[in-house]
């Protein structure tokens, strides 16, 4: 049976992946850590991180951006021979890939990544707002106040 949740944590060395069938199930990470299982919701959704209990998360597609970089190169290279033709097959395959790629959770601070868990809350994509308070704090040049209670269920940033 595939597992259904997993969590991958970045160290100092090799990333920790813990994988379950169901949150609930989560092992706590070798290190001794234990994982902030209070930012699960009854449904198993996600309210913060489960490895730093931040409440800032975004979400984006959970594909290698290597192979579309790739795909892309291989459609120009071929472009003069096939009369550009690779290009919109290329682009035929991208947007196939973004509908059936499944979405990844990750964390602004730690960089968690966060598979298979339910969808609810939801959690707009990446913001460059939110990592610029997050790095710099208020010498961050955007004004906006950070979220009262992180991004969940948040509108998406405005680009």
Known sequence: MPDAVSIRIPSDGEPVVLRAASPAELPDPPSGAALHRAALTADGGLTACLACAHPELYTQKDFPRSLGI?????????APFTYYVSLAVAALLDAILYVVAPNVVLCYTCHAEHRGFTPTPRHPSFDREIEERLLYGKKAVMGKPMREG??????????
Request: aromatic residues 0%.
């Open 150 to 159: 992180g991004t969940a269920d948040a509108p998406e940033p405005e680009h």
């Open 70 to 78: 790739a795909l892309v190169v291989v459609a120009a290279i071929l």
